[in-house]
Every structure is written in C-alpha cells, then in structure tokens.
C-alpha cells in the first residue's frame, strides 16, 4: 500500500512538474489532493547512533546505580568533547539553556548585552532571566550571523558583553567580533548550540571567546536527549562553572557560589558518546543530502539555499532556503502551508525575530527599525527536513513540489487567497 501511494505520489508530481497545467494545481494537498507523504516529515529528526553500544551503556549504568552527579559517563563524554574539539575544559549540563545562563553568570554580564535578535529564543531568554537586558543587533545578510559592522552602535555605557551566535553551525565572524570586544572590554560568549563539530579557520569551534556554548537537544547535530556544554580554555571560568553547575558546592558541606542545577545525567552521557561514535556517519548523511539540494535548486530562480562554503568545515544540520516573493509570487508562508498539507513539516526559524517576541515587543516595541536585515531574512528562511532519517527519494519530492509552486506561483497564490480556499473546501 505504501509503495503504490508513493509511486502514484511521483507520478502525480511529474505529472505536475511536466505539464504545468494550472488545472493540475487541485492535485495539491492543500486543495484536496492526496498529501505527498504517508507519513510526516520533520525537520529536527534525531540522529541516534549504534542502538546496541546505546542499550549496552544503559545497562551498564543500572549495574553501576550511578545515575547522574559527575558519573563515570558524564565524566567520559567530557572528555571526548576535550579531545574532538582540542578544548581545554568541557563542563557537560542538562541543557544548552541553563548552559548558556551558568555562562552568562559566570563571566559575570550584568547590564546590557548585545545578542542577534535572529537566534531561538532561549539566547536572548537567558539574559533576560537574568534582568539583563539583551540589545538585539542585525546580522549579515548573506551569513545570518552578528553583523560586525552594526555592534559597535549598540555599545552604550551599560553594555558588558557580546553573545554572537554560529547560527545553522556556520560561525560567526569571530575575528572582527573578538577585535571589537577586546577594544571596548566586553565579554564574549559564543552561543555554539547549532555549531558541534564546525570549525574556524581550521580550528574547532569551542575554543573561541571566553566561553562557547553548545545544545545537545534532540535536534541538534549530536544530542542527549536533552543537554547542553560548555567549553573554555580560561581555568579559573571551568573551575567556577563546574561549581555552579551543581548548586556551588565545592566539597560536602561547603557551598562557595551561587549555583543551580545544571548537570547532565548518566543516561544523557550515554546517548552522547554513541552519538559521537558516529558523527562522521552524521556529518556524511547531511552533507549528502545538503548537496543534493544543492544540485535540486540550483536553477530555480527567487530561491537561495544558504550557502556553506569550502573555507570551513561544518555539521550540515540544517537545510535553509531563503525565497524571495518578489520574484517567486508566491510568499514562503503560503510554499510552507503547501508543503504541510503535503506532511512535509519545514519550519520557519527564526521567525518572526526575537525582538517581536515578549517580552521584548513590549520593551522595544520599535526595534525592528534597526533590524532590517534581520527582519527580511527572517520573512524569508524556510528551513527543511534533513538529517539520517530523510533519503534522497524524499529530498527530490521535497524539491519538485517546491518547483511546482514557484513555476506556477501566481495561479497558487491567488487560489490560496481566504475566499478561494473556502471555496475549494
Ligand atoms: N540557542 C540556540 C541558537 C538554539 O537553537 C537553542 C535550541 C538553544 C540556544 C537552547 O538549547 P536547549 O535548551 O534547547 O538545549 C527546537 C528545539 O527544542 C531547540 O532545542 C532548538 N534550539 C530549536 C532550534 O528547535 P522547537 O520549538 O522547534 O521544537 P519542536 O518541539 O517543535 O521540535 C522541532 C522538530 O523536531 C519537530 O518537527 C519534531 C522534531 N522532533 C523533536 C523532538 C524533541 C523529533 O523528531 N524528535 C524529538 O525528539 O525547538
């Protein structure tokens, strides 16, 4: 059954892409169509590595009843993060958003901190936390990353720190952003959540400002389940932050910070070193169907794939088309609502931009005047599936139904106005 849905699916698609017949536009989910897929496709599957060495961990830690405080897995998986990155210090957490607040505590922010409004929310959600103010700054238009050249007009006298962000595991322009931050004596933060096993300049991100700070989510590139790390070669900051990651104990009885609880279990470690066992596994899937695309997209005129380039090397984990209506006649909101009839669930991060988000709409209900590029990519990205569990037989459906659309944009977006659709029901 599955097979003929799915071959009577490619059929209808050539069909579709074949004739551009606007009459075959009813064949579309959206109108009443069949969806493509039987089964949803997400974006952010899991990558999960060798199920066998996974269970035999697990069993291990039940045997050992020792299941979370700086347990012997914990212990190993920092480790490997040391080794794979050429770090220093990995202090492993729970997950990458308490990470990101021990972070902030530690290198002692207070004040404003300049952040991309174009990041997930828990980036400016963990200032905020902490009654600092995050100031939102515009990013490069082509990288999505920081714009160096926008941070040093958000310096005021309160600002004491700059968290960048290697946003879709591309970094930042993290020379210019060190540059700037040793000049006017800020803190660095590198938010590396999207970023495990990318590098710069040939060196491994984790390394760079005077801390990175990773997610391990189920959707990342390695994960744990849920978790996050930090990473530092300053000793005095790994010291600090260990203890702060377990409510500031240092010793049985004596507490010398602040702390909360950060810590990352025993089964989180677990999950996370089979995962690394297999990250060339990861890396390969994603690079191959990010090519893939590639090729698919590389005559369609109005839509950009975003672009790793041959400089660094990068995790490939996520899959980003920018569409540009202008030329496409058909918005990305309405080529996503298409493709969720058609159970292909691509998301729109980072839409709409922190800064219109609360609590910050409210506290800088104009901010988006000095966040024009932030605001255009954000109307623009559409980010779709990818990862071990897409094949390339889903990536050409994915790629020919997105085709369909912009070859027959006007048709489907006048069909798509509210009075048609109901209409069409
Ligand atoms: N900084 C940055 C730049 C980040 O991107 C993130 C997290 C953080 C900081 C904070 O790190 P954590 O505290 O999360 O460690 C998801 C993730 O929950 C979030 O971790 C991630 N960024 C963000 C980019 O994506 P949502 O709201 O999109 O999650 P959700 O539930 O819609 O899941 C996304 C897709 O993944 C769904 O289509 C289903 C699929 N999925 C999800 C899970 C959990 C699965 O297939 N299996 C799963 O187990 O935020």
Same mark, same amino acid.
Request: glycine share 6%.
């Given at each position: 059954? $599955?097979?003929?849905?799915?071959?009577n699916c490619?059929?209808l698609l @050539?069909l579709m892409i074949?004739i551009l017949d606007p009459n075959d536009i009813d064949e579309l989910a959206i109108f009443g169509g069949k969806p493509c897929f039987?089964?949803? +496709?997400?974006?952010?599957?899991?990558?999960?590595?060798?199920?066998?060495?996974?269970? /035999?961990?697990?069993?291990?830690?039940?045997?050992?009843?020792?299941?979370?405080?700086?347990?012997?897995?914990? !212990?190993?998986?920092?480790?490997?993060?040391?080794?794979?990155?050429?770090?220093?210090?990995?202090?492993?957490?729970?997950?990458?958003?308490?990470?990101?607040? &021990? *972070?902030?505590?530690?290198?002692?922010?207070?004040?404003?901190? &300049?952040? #991309?409004?174009?990041?997930?929310?828990?980036?400016?959600?963990?200032?905020?936390?902490?009654? &600092?103010?995050?100031?939102?700054?515009?990013?490069?238009?082509?990288?999505?990353?920081?714009?160096?050249?926008?941070?040093? /007009?958000?310096?005021?006298?309160?600002?004491?720190?700059?968290?960048?962000?290697?946003?879709?595991? $591309?970094?930042?322009? &993290?020379?210019?952003?060190?540059? @700037?931050?040793? $000049?006017?004596? +800020?803190?660095?933060?590198?938010? *590396?959540?999207? *970023?495990?096993?990318?590098?710069?300049?040939?060196?491994?991100?984790?390394?760079?400002?005077?801390?990175?700070?990773?997610?391990?989510?189920?959707?990342?590139? +390695?994960?744990?389940?849920?978790?996050?790390? %930090?990473?530092?070669?300053?000793?005095?900051?790994?010291?600090?932050?260990?203890?702060?990651?377990?409510?500031?104990?240092?010793?049985?009885?004596?507490?010398?910070?602040?702390?909360?609880?950060?810590?990352?279990?025993?089964?989180?470690?677990?999950?996370?070193?089979?995962?690394?066992?297999?990250?060339?596994?990861?890396?390969?899937?994603?690079?191959?169907?990010?090519? $893939?695309? !590639?090729?698919?997209?590389?005559?369609?005129?109005?839509?950009?794939?975003?672009?790793?380039?041959? %400089?660094?090397?990068?995790?490939?984990?996520?899959?980003?088309?920018?569409?540009?209506?202008? @030329?496409t006649n058909i918005s990305r909101d309405q080529i996503m609502k298409i493709l969720h009839a058609e159970n292909v669930?691509?998301?729109?991060?980072?839409?709409?931009?922190?800064?219109?988000?609360?609590?910050?709409?409210?506290?800088?209900?104009?901010?988006?005047?000095?966040? #024009?590029?932030?605001?255009? @990519?954000?109307?623009?990205?559409?980010? +779709?599936?990818?990862?071990?569990?897409?094949?390339?037989?889903?990536?050409?459906?994915?790629?020919?139904l997105i085709?369909y659309c912009v070859n027959n944009g006007l048709e489907i977006s006048q069909k798509l106005q509210p009075k048609n659709i109901s209409r069409a029901i």
């Amino acid at each position: 059954m $599955q097979d003929y849905l799915t071959n009577n699916c490619t059929y209808l698609l @050539i069909l579709m892409i074949n004739i551009l017949d606007p009459n075959d536009i009813d064949e579309l989910a959206i109108f009443g169509g069949k969806p493509c897929f039987v089964d949803k +496709l997400h974006v952010g599957r899991p990558n999960i590595g060798d199920r066998a060495h996974l269970l /035999a961990r697990i069993n291990d830690i039940l045997d050992r009843k020792w299941l979370s405080n700086n347990g012997f897995y914990v !212990q190993e998986f920092e480790q490997r993060i040391c080794e794979k990155l050429g770090v220093k210090h990995c202090i492993a957490m729970c997950n990458g958003t308490v990470a990101l607040e &021990i *972070a902030i505590r530690a290198t002692n922010l207070t004040g404003e901190v &300049i952040v #991309p409004s174009f990041t997930f929310i828990a980036t400016a959600h963990a200032l905020q936390w902490q009654e &600092i103010t995050p100031v939102f700054c515009d990013i490069d238009p082509i990288k999505h990353t920081l714009n160096p050249e926008r941070i040093e /007009a958000m310096i005021t006298p309160r600002t004491t720190g700059i968290i960048g962000v290697h946003i879709w595991g $591309q970094p930042c322009n &993290i020379e210019a952003i060190t540059a @700037i931050a040793q $000049q006017h004596n +800020l803190k660095l933060i590198f938010d *590396a959540s999207h *970023a495990f096993g990318s590098s710069y300049k040939s060196q491994m991100i984790g390394n760079f400002g005077d801390v990175e700070v990773f997610s391990f989510h189920a959707t990342k590139f +390695l994960n744990t389940f849920e978790g996050g790390a %930090i990473t530092t070669n300053n000793d005095e900051l790994a010291a600090k932050i260990r203890l702060m990651k377990n409510f500031g104990f240092a010793g049985y009885d004596n507490v010398v910070y602040i702390g909360t609880n950060g810590k990352m279990s025993e089964v989180s470690a677990a999950m996370g070193i089979t995962g690394l066992e297999s990250i060339n596994d990861f890396i390969e899937a994603n690079q191959q169907n990010y090519k $893939q695309y !590639q090729r698919e997209f590389q005559d369609l005129v109005g839509i950009r794939l975003f672009n790793y380039d041959e %400089i660094d090397s990068y995790n490939y984990q996520y899959v980003i088309l920018e569409i540009d209506d202008t @030329i496409t006649n058909i918005s990305r909101d309405q080529i996503m609502k298409i493709l969720h009839a058609e159970n292909v669930l691509a998301r729109r991060y980072f839409y709409p931009g922190c800064h219109r988000m609360e609590p910050y709409r409210s506290f800088f209900p104009h901010a988006g005047l000095l966040l #024009p590029e932030t605001e255009k @990519i954000g109307n623009r990205v559409l980010v +779709l599936p990818t990862g071990t569990s897409t094949s390339g037989d889903d990536i050409h459906k994915i790629t020919q139904l997105i085709r369909y659309c912009v070859n027959n944009g006007l048709e489907i977006s006048q069909k798509l106005q509210p009075k048609n659709i109901s209409r069409a029901i």
